[in-house]
């Protein structure tokens, strides 16, 4: 099993173009979340997803739009990147619900600058 | 505001010495309480976790302690070695919940050989 993963793995982008990060697990997990870390700050989270076709918002969803189309896979949209947005962005997954399937599994993570 | 409090930011320990991390919250819906260790360039790993039926729970060199009453919780890293050297975040959530993970803010071990 590959788990999570991530790509790109780098991206430099200037200031208002747009991009799609790709999150993918083969893990059968229901719950799928994006996360940004930056220096100093912890890990936040953007948005998540409890199963296919829904989405919701975390705590810094301001600029970012997500979707699940299909039940391994988890976009994470930027429509007019900023250089607020330089950050490494981590995609997690859990089968959620509790218990031990409450653990989150995370992705080697994209390293995006914004120039 | 931030609901889970991390101390401290950096920690250098000794090689066979003990590093010890503290965590506490806010919330108390949270009853889900894991730690991840990440190095340069990874991915958040995790380590060990612990919900507040127990006071503690010990996975190899690596302990949590969970204080309910203090709304506290801790990792203790036993004869702590130089591979151990990475970031530690713990983090909490309410269990079972959709709700992603509130993190610390991360604590940056170094072991000294």
């Known amino acids: 099993n590959a788990g999570v993963t991530q790509t790109p793995k780098f991206r430099v982008l200037k200031t208002g173009q747009s991009m799609t990060l790709l999150c993918a697990q083969d893990m059968n997990h229901e719950y799928m979340y994006w996360y940004r870390q930056d220096p100093g700050m912890g890990l936040r989270l953007i948005h998540y997803?409890?199963?296919?076709?829904?989405?919701a918002k975390g705590e810094v969803p301001d600029g970012y739009n997500v979707s699940r189309l299909k039940k391994q896979n988890f976009l994470l949209g930027l429509e007019s990147a900023a250089p607020s947005q330089t950050s490494v962005y981590f995609c997690a997954s859990s089968y959620g619900s509790g218990g031990l399937r409450d653990t989150q599994y995370f992705g080697p993570g994209t390293r995006l600058t914004v120039l | 505001q931030q609901q889970v409090k991390q101390s401290p930011q950096s920690l250098i320990v000794q090689k066979g010495g003990i590093s010890i991390i503290n965590c506490a919250y806010e919330?108390?819906?949270?009853?889900?309480f894991p730690w991840y260790q990440q190095f340069p360039g990874k991915g958040p790993a995790l380590l060990i976790a612990?919900?507040?039926?127990?006071s503690e729970k010990k996975e190899g060199r690596f302990t949590i302690s969970f204080n309910k009453s203090a709304k506290q919780f801790s990792l203790h890293i036993m004869d702590s070695q130089p591979g151990d050297s990475a970031t530690y975040f713990c983090a909490a959530k309410v269990g079972g919940g959709a709700d992603g993970l509130t993190f610390g803010k991360g604590t940056h071990l170094i072991i000294q050989p």
């Open positions: 919330n108390t819906a949270f009853d889900y």
């Open positions: 612990i919900r507040p039926d127990v």
């Open positions: 997803s409890v199963g296919e076709g829904t989405t």
